[in-house]
């Protein structure tokens, strides 16, 4: 009886060669994959304006605009901020910078909306979209000063967390650029209501953070006057400083000194016995042991 042919069965040996050979061949003439866009880093100076900046919010961004009382809204935009592409989100970016430095009135309508966009990019884990978006935020700063704080949905408090966390990480580049912003925030705002915001990350979990925060603390109170500090509570500020002198880091314990400084130098500006002076306040404000560290510090100025 004659046996009857098996389709299924396996392929000869040369044959399985001859298949092997031919697989081979088509994986060694695929294209290589695509390598990463390459992201450039435009510095603030070198910002153009746009030329036409509503035809490039109408055309660009397929936005509807509206006039309101000479403000534009263009909800494309913040679409475009959106995207799932990080190339255009990178290019999305570098547009809310020119329109904040060369067209600011036309951003400001949606500025609270362009913020929270900012700190979703600066969350993604692409550094140059990172790095893009932390560029963004210090032009934001620079133009718009205090009206950043401006927020119902705690938008300038979202960004505040992700430069201090940038600022605190390993990536220099992306670490480098969040301080550049930290200092941006300092000069272009009034430090009063800065420091309320930063208050309460001199108590942060992580030491970095506490750090990064204590340092623009420092700097926000190089440029206030005794009736600032006093608006604020000048025996809070004292006892901040005192809390962050003991801090493990010593940038924080640096930042502290440097807060005590600037106090004592307002607090004594006005009086002939300074040290005898900021001691009586500081034994009156603070425990013996911090109140000692307190004078300490100042006893050689």
Known sequence: MALKP???????PHET?????NEESKTAS????????IIDYISSENLEPISDPESEIQARFFCVWILILGSFLFQGLVEE???KDWTRVCESLNNVRRFALYHSLLLLPILEKVILMVVKAMKNPRSALCKTSI????DIFKVFGDQSLDSANNAFDNLLLQLLL?????????CEEADKALNAMVKSMTPLPLLNKLRPYVRHINPRIRAKAAITISNSVSKMGLEAMNEFGLVSLVQMAADLLNDRLPEAREAARNIVTCIYEAYTRNEEQKQ????NFCQSSLPPIHAQSMVKITSSQ
């Open 6 to 12: 098996i389709d299924n069965a396996l392929p000869l």
């Open 17 to 21: 060669a001859k298949f092997g050979v």
């Open 30 to 37: 695929l294209p290589p994959p695509p390598a990463d866009p």
């Open 81 to 83: 901020l959106d995207s």
């Open 135 to 138: 560029m963004a935020s210090s």
């Open 166 to 174: 940038k600022a605190s990480q390993d990536k220099r580049f992306v």
């Open 276 to 279: 005898e002076s900021w001691q």
